[in-house]
């Protein structure tokens, strides 16, 4: 069995690699900063219901700390706006055969990784997870954490896609292999054209219920214009059934996706550009006007760099700005 390295051990990549652990399946994180020590010190916290579990997985700072192996499987779990950065130092050390696995928002991240590694897969990500402190990652839907459908980019399946795909379901969550998985990460990508919405007005009120139909609706118009497909709502609906049961976690239920949990946590950086600015680029480049999404988009940048926090712009201001 190959070893998981989890590049961003935040929310999602720290409930991979918290569930990894529990299967005792070989893994080590790459984590940066106050939450690197954390993990490094004390162990990842991973915290369901009202339990918190504490893992000691093998972290370290940069992936020059590895003596990395060729059969090694890289989960790229950080922002999009870190893909890059995080490609490139990876492949200064890692073997060129090394599997690099998106478990990402954003449709742009397998192709900018296809530049470093020739093995490089799309991993749909299904999950209500958080990651608001250094070392605690919290799983809001348990006993299954969530979904995780492989497939090789940019279409396609192979012998590697179907062995991550055994890993993960081993490891408890919901997962299937894919030969369309960029197919189902447009899907994703119109789901989280919402997050802009959420993390910046909050998901409450009918006025903040028409900016998430709008702003879905203009990315459905783009992605048509485009001749990019997509699964449906009911495709969608019918792969998560009621595999994950939304739990809350010390009585709370989680508040806001991972747009909102960046201006909660005050990072300075935002992924909009990356999800919004995706349906904005694509928009200009067929001639669609997306003034939904360029007016989120600029906004939800403003707000992470004022360092405003969630849920403090009201959407009728949005909308008037429209």
């Known amino acids: ?94 073997p060129p055969s090394t599997a690099i696995v998106c478990a990402q928002n954003g449709v742009d991240n397998e192709r900018v990784a296809l530049r470093y590694f020739e093995r490089v897969y799309g991993c749909v990500v299904m999950m209500p997870a958080a990651h608001l402190e250094p070392g605690v990652v919290q799983a809001h839907s348990w006993p299954v954490p969530g979904l995780l459908d492989v497939g090789r980019y940019p279409i396609g399946s192979d012998a590697g896609a179907e062995e991550i795909v055994a890993t993960f379901n081993r490891a408890g969550f919901s997962c299937v292999v894919r030969d369309d998985v960029m197919r189902w990460k447009y899907t994703k990508l119109l789901m989280n054209l919402a997050n802009a919405v959420i993390a910046l007005c909050g998901s409450g009120g009918d006025e903040s219920a028409d900016l998430r139909r709008s702003v879905r609706a203009e990315g459905e118009t783009v992605l048509d214009a485009a001749g990019i497909d997509y699964a449906s709502r009911e495709e969608d609906l019918e792969r ?83």
């Open 1 to 94: 069995m190959p070893r998981f390295v989890i590049v961003g051990p935040g929310a999602i990549g720290g409930v991979i690699g918290a569930q990894l652990a529990r299967a005792k399946v070989e893994t080590v994180l790459i984590a940066r900063g106050e939450h690197a020590a954390a993990l490094q010190q004390t162990g990842l916290q991973l915290q369901h219901g009202d339990e918190t579990e504490v893992f000691v997985v093998p972290t370290v700072n940069r992936p020059d700390e590895i003596a990395w192996r060729h059969d090694d499987v890289v989960v790229l779990a950080v922002k999009s706006q870190d893909t890059e950065p995080a490609l490139r130092s990876l492949a200064l050390v890692a």
């Open 240 to 322: 998560r059934a009621d595999i994950m049961t939304i739990v809350p976690i010390g009585g709370t239920y989680r508040t806001g996706g991972s747009t909102w949990q960046s201006l909660a946590r005050g990072t300075g950086t935002i992924e909009t550009d990356w999800l919004n600015g995706e349906i904005v680029a694509l928009g200009r480049r067929h001639g669609i006007s997306t003034p939904v999404n360029a007016v989120l988009q600029r906004a939800a940048n403003q707000a992470a760099r004022d360092g405003l926090p969630p849920e403090s712009i009201p959407a009728s201001e949005i909308l008037a700005s429209l």
